[in-house]
């Protein structure tokens, strides 16, 4: 079976200060565990614009299948994790966080208010995952398996665009 490199990116202030434990990022590996997937880069960094931009464009150019953000999705002045990632990505993949806050809801209606955004670059595709390892759990597990699909379409090995 073919394997997916994936970056896993924390964005938070507090965490890059190494005043809060990142929990989400083994939140996430565990899930990814259950899959095809390798972690081959891992960043704490702080809820920084340029930064993130930079960083999300390092994860492209180093042809990452998969790169997953925790955090920076809601409402707060420091929250900007949408805003780069639309300035990275060329094609949005809007079904994939609709489907997130669709599953969401049914554990919280705060889920309404996540801004996250999913899109693609190249043969990379970037995924905004809330900043709660519960919800990173939850919402990947709800969309890992269309998105591995998704991503065997990008990058040319599957053009098998319907259903079983």
């Given at each position: 079976?073919?394997?997916?490199?994936v970056?896993?990116?924390?964005?938070?202030?507090?965490?890059?200060?190494?005043?809060?434990?990142?929990?989400?990022?083994?939140?996430?590996?565990?899930?990814?565990?259950?899959?095809?997937?390798?972690?081959?880069?891992?960043?704490?960094?702080?809820?920084?614009?340029?930064?993130?931009?930079k960083?999300?464009?390092?994860?492209?150019?180093?042809?990452?299948?998969?790169v997953?953000?925790?955090?920076?999705?809601?409402?707060s002045?420091?929250?900007?994790?949408?805003?780069?990632?639309?300035?990275?990505?060329?094609?949005?993949?809007?079904?994939?966080?609709?489907?997130?806050?669709?599953?969401?809801?049914?554990?919280?209606?705060?889920?309404?208010?996540?801004?996250?955004?999913?899109?693609?670059?190249?043969?990379?595709?970037?995924?905004n995952?809330?900043?709660?390892?519960?919800?990173?759990?939850?919402?990947?597990?709800?969309?890992?398996?269309?998105?591995i699909?998704?991503?065997?379409?990008?990058?040319?090995s599957?053009?098998?665009?319907?259903?079983?």
């Open positions: 079976m073919e394997r997916y490199s970056a896993i990116i924390t964005l938070s202030d507090k965490g890059s200060k190494g005043e809060r434990v990142d929990l989400s990022m083994p939140s996430i590996k565990e899930e990814l565990d259950n899959y095809p997937f390798d972690v081959v880069k891992y960043e704490l960094i702080p809820d920084d614009f340029d930064l993130i931009v960083v999300l464009n390092d994860c492209v150019n180093e042809n990452i299948n998969l997953l953000t925790t955090g920076g999705t809601g409402f002045v420091r929250d900007v994790t949408p805003e780069a990632t639309k300035k990275v990505i060329e094609k949005e993949a809007n079904g994939i966080v609709e489907a997130m806050r669709f599953n969401s809801m049914k554990f919280t209606n705060r889920a309404m208010l996540s801004r996250a955004v999913c899109g693609i670059k190249n043969n990379t595709v970037i995924l995952l809330p900043g709660s390892p519960k919800a990173c759990k939850e919402n990947l597990e709800y969309v890992i398996e269309p998105l699909h998704g991503i065997m379409t990008l990058i040319g599957s053009s098998e665009c319907g259903r079983k």
